[in-house]
């Protein structure tokens, strides 16, 4: 009779919670094709909803907090993500997998800090897009891979691979852990199920014909003896859910035939309770069954509808669940929008005590074996430990192989362990050491310090603070803060953008008085928009430039505001005038047009001090050099052997850099030699480059990317570019060339890339560590470009050290920077040196091709009416006279005791609510007074 006994589950219901409850404000878009899209851990949700190597993160936890949760951003792989899994011991870490064929494993700093945009181990690359990745559920640092037909085991401590299973018939759909870590199941397009023992043999020990149809299947091991699920399709495209019994592979225990549905579902099985949902992608049904332990049986527990479609669903761990209130199950629905908690409850009538029938002891987060002890034959289970809130365990897991003070990605060739473990077990060692800042890691440097930062990149402490600052130089740019400013100032409803121009173009163009647009449409047409009248621009038509050719690049002069340069892909380069008032018609013949190129252009740029002297690249690789005014070519640079991706001139004029796909920095004297002065190895890969001179032109700054597509900034020292970059910094993983804006008064480089929402901030420096991290600027949505205005359009009343425009779809908004002062009504002399008067030349075109150089004069920044604050007045600290009689007169033993507190908090600091100049370091300690 124990068969009919009637399931403690066959009551649990449905509650979705409550909107207020939804984590609202996700990026929009559909995630790309297979996969769940979501994942929870202990501690983080992790999900994509966009074709983009970019990956969302939110807390689990306190998701009714007020005004929502926000959303963080992860950019790991350069194409889309095509699956993620949490470590199920160590809450921080998670691994990711991508079309763009990597694995990548990274430690995530705790909610309210910036993540991490370097991975801190890269397991290998596998040759093809990697589907899915799987922990291991026993041992830490096990990893199971699917790309393709391939299915590899990897050891990510070690990074290496353990094992490289047989090769399936077709492309693998699903992996699945046995529940004691002993066995791999698989799940194929071929219509099988394989049972693998990745320990003793690469090949399969078991398979069978599953389903009917290929379309899509999944598997879930539900029993820790023998039991194996999967869900698939039969030959008239049901849906169907099948129970194997490995010791008896050749036909199914139980079969369930549900409707027919293009869509494939996902199945989420809780061993403590043997509950097993199955949520179908783009759909709003949820079927909750009950596997009968012993008895191989599904009996249907409910079904329910939910508000929306699921694009995503995801099981959250045990040990988060509101076990007081009888939730036995909680899952997350990935949504249009929105991430929807929906939980199974069994309603009991008390409520005030730990129901300990529903809740049975659950698996553990502290691993049973090593890597290496489970790859030796270790079979050692994971200690079960009670929900009961009283007797949970308090200490979080943190995996040995990757510490959270790791924060640069490992190299894969480096030995076992890497030269962080040994700096750590050595610390006398370490001096050499290369640590880097939050967001970003340091390879090559010649000499740099270590960090004694945590990952979130500020020390806990006030002592670690000063003595941090003690060991590395600190920028004092690094509490920059960039603030879009009021929308009185934007410029919206625009239309018809072109966002597809050529990668070595920056995608508009500005000066202090206007803008310039290419928009999609035939013929290369430009919009021109004056800064000066800000708003919303009418639906009429507007007058437009037409180019009469797509456009390549565009660039205004810097003598002479009203003069545009368009590179054209018909091999002309023409240059348009708009009048004072801006165009009050459209335009159809250009002022001048120079031919000389024999295919299309890639880029043109301005003389910085020369009037009329015009640069540009094309596609028959070279380098020509215009004088405007007369129109016709005076200069023609060759030595390229593939595609120019960016020119650069010398801020004195008189060399020209460039950086090209052959993988090569070369350096010109234009009117010396046709061929290059210098030459030397650049970025790899052929994704695009950008090149800028720093340091007063004594060093080359490029930006591009390494073999495995991760963005990385090279400083090359100008005069020797043949030896190979003096330091490299690695920043993130992203389809998009960073372009550098650089302010020569404050050596601060700004880079972002089309398409990014980060804009990173650096100031760089003529020694180790070269790169000293300021604050970036993150916006919620991706801009379509960058543009920095000239330095004399800052408020120097608001301490605004750089002023930008951010295009938007259909706006375009400024940006301002500021630096946080006290002092505001001093001028902040030492961030504002003299600045060059760039907008006037220094010589004409004739004398600079005869051979003649000059420079800019310079101006101050001041207003008149403010005084230096190097000229501040200095006064001295004043310390409060307290009268003896307080002391002598009578307290009681509560104002003692309160005095003392008072001074023992004073004594030590409140490290809870710190001072502000305990957060603003860097600035001056008179600021502060």
């Not at 730990?354 to 698996?363: A, G, S």
């Not at 597509?709 to 090359?716: G, H, K, P």
């Amino acid at each position: 009779m124990n068969r009919f006994k009637a399931s403690k589950f066959r009551h649990a219901e449905v509650r979705v919670a409550r909107q207020e409850a939804w984590i609202r404000g996700l990026p929009g878009g559909c995630p790309p094709a297979p996969g769940s899209h979501i994942k929870a851990g202990f501690r983080w949700i992790a999900f994509s909803t966009e074709p983009s190597g970019v990956l969302c993160l939110v807390p689990l936890q306190d998701q009714e907090e007020e005004g929502g949760k926000a959303v963080s951003h992860l950019p790991c792989h350069s194409d889309p993500v095509t699956d993620v899994d949490f470590s199920p011991f160590d809450e921080q870490i998670l691994a990711t997998a991508s079309t763009d064929g990597l694995v990548k494993v990274w430690r995530l700093s705790h909610p309210g800090q910036d993540l991490s945009s370097s991975p801190h181990v890269t397991v290998g690359l596998e040759g093809s897009q990697v589907d899915m990745v799987l922990f291991h559920p026993t041992a830490d640092g096990i990893l199971a891979s699917g790309a393709l037909r391939e299915v590899k085991i990897w050891d990510v401590g070690q990074q290496k691979s353990l094992a490289d299973l047989e090769s399936h018939e077709d492309q693998v759909q699903s992996l699945a852990w046995k529940l004691d870590g002993s066995l791999l199941g698989t799940s194929c397009k071929d219509k099988k199920l394989r049972v693998f023992d990745p320990r003793t043999k690469p090949t399969a020990c078991q398979s069978v014909l599953a389903h009917a149809n290929g379309k899509d299947s999944r598997l879930a091991w539900v029993n820790t003896d023998r039991c194996l699920l999967s869900v698939g399709f039969n030959q008239v495209r049901e849906c169907e859910v099948r129970l194997w019994d490995t010791r008896r592979f050749g036909s199914s225990l139980a079969s369930i035939t549900l409707d027919a549905s293009p869509r494939a579902l996902i199945p989420l099985f809780d061993p403590s309770t043997g509950l097993l949902v199955l949520a179908g992608k783009g759909e709003n049904r949820l079927l909750c069954y009950e596997v009968l332990p012993g008895q191989p049986a599904l009996v249907e527990v409910n079904q329910d509808l939910l508000e929306t479609p699921s694009q995503g669903v995801a099981l959250v761990p045990k040990l988060a669940l509101d076990v007081m209130a009888c939730e036995v199950m909680r899952l997350l629905q990935l949504a249009q929008g929105a991430i929807v908690p929906v939980s199974y409850v069994v309603p009991r009538k008390s409520t005030q005590e730990f129901q300990k029938d529903l809740f049975p002891d659950c698996t553990g987060n502290v691993p049973a074996a090593s890597a290496q002890a489970w790859w030796a034959g270790d079979n050692s289970q994971v200690q079960k430990v009670s929900l009961h809130p009283a007797h949970r365990p308090a200490k979080a897991f943190t995996s040995p192989w990757l510490p959270p003070t790791l924060l640069q990605s490992r190299d894969p060739e480096s030995p076992p362990g890497g030269a962080i473990a040994e700096q750590m077990e050595d610390p006398e060692n370490s001096a050499g050491s290369t640590l880097s800042s939050p967001g970003s890691s340091l390879a090559s440097l010649s000499s740099a310090t270590p960090s004694l930062s945590a990952t979130s990149g500020f020390a806990s402490s006030t002592s670690q603070r000063s003595l941090q600052s003690l060991l590395e130089p600190i920028s004092g740019f690094r509490h920059i803060q960039g603030t879009v400013l009021h929308r009185r100032t934007h410029i919206t409803n625009l239309r018809g953008l072109s966002l597809t121009t050529p990668g070595e173009c920056d995608g508009f163009c500005a000066n202090r008085e206007r803008i310039a647009l290419p928009l999609l449409s035939a013929g290369g047409q430009v919009a021109v928009l004056e800064l000066s009248n800000p708003g919303r621009l009418p639906d009429s038509a507007l007058p437009t430039i037409q180019n009469g050719a797509p456009v390549s690049d565009l660039c205004w002069d810097p003598f002479d505001p009203q003069r545009l340069a368009i590179a054209g892909e018909d091999a002309k380069i023409r240059l348009w005038r708009v009048g004072p008032g801006g165009l009050q018609k459209t335009l159809l013949e250009p002022e001048i047009v120079l031919q000389g190129h024999r295919e299309k252009l890639y880029s043109v740029k301005f003389h910085p001090l020369a009037s009329d002297i015009l640069a540009s690249s094309s596609y028959d690789m070279t380098l020509r050099i215009w004088d405007v005014r007369a129109g016709r070519q005076e200069l023609t640079l060759d030595g390229h052997g593939d595609q120019i991706f960016s020119l650069a001139w010398s801020p004195d004029g008189r060399r020209l850099a460039s950086v090209c796909k052959d993988g090569k920095v070369r350096v010109y004297e234009p009117r010396r030699a046709s061929t290059p002065l210098q030459e030397g190895p650049g970025p790899e890969g052929s994704r695009g480059a950008r090149i800028v001179w720093v340091c007063g032109g004594r060093y080359l700054l490029v930006s591009g990317f390494d073999s495995r597509s991760e963005r990385r900034l090279f400083l090359f020292q100008a005069e020797s570019v043949a030896t190979g970059p003096m330091a490299v910094l690695n920043l993130d993983v992203s389809p998009s060339t960073l372009i550098p804006f650089y302010d020569p008064d404050t050596s601060v480089v700004f880079l972002t890339g089309k398409g990014d929402t980060r804009v990173f901030v650096y100031e760089v420096i003529t020694e180790a560590p070269f790169f000293l991290e300021c604050n970036s600027f993150v916006s919620s949505d991706p801009h379509k470009g960058f543009q920095f205005l000239p330095k004399t359009e800052c408020d120097v009343r608001e301490v605004e050290t750089a002023r930008a425009l951010r295009l938007r779809q259909s706006s375009v908004e400024p940006v301002a920077f500021h630096v946080p002062r006290v002092k505001k009504d001093y001028f902040q002399d030492d961030l504002y040196p003299d600045t060059e008067v760039w907008w006037e030349p220094a010589l004409s075109a004739t004398a600079w091709l005869k051979g003649s150089d000059g420079q800019h004069h310079r101006i101050s920044l001041r207003p008149k009416e403010m005084t230096p604050v190097s000229e501040a007045p200095r006064e001295a600290p004043s310390r409060k006279y307290i009268p003896s009689s307080i002391y002598l007169e009578e307290k009681s033993d509560e104002q003692k005791k309160k005095e003392l507190l008072n001074a023992m908090v004073a004594k030590l600091g409140n490290r809870d609510d710190p001072l502000p100049q305990d957060l603003f370091e860097g600035v001056d300690e008179e600021e502060w007074d």
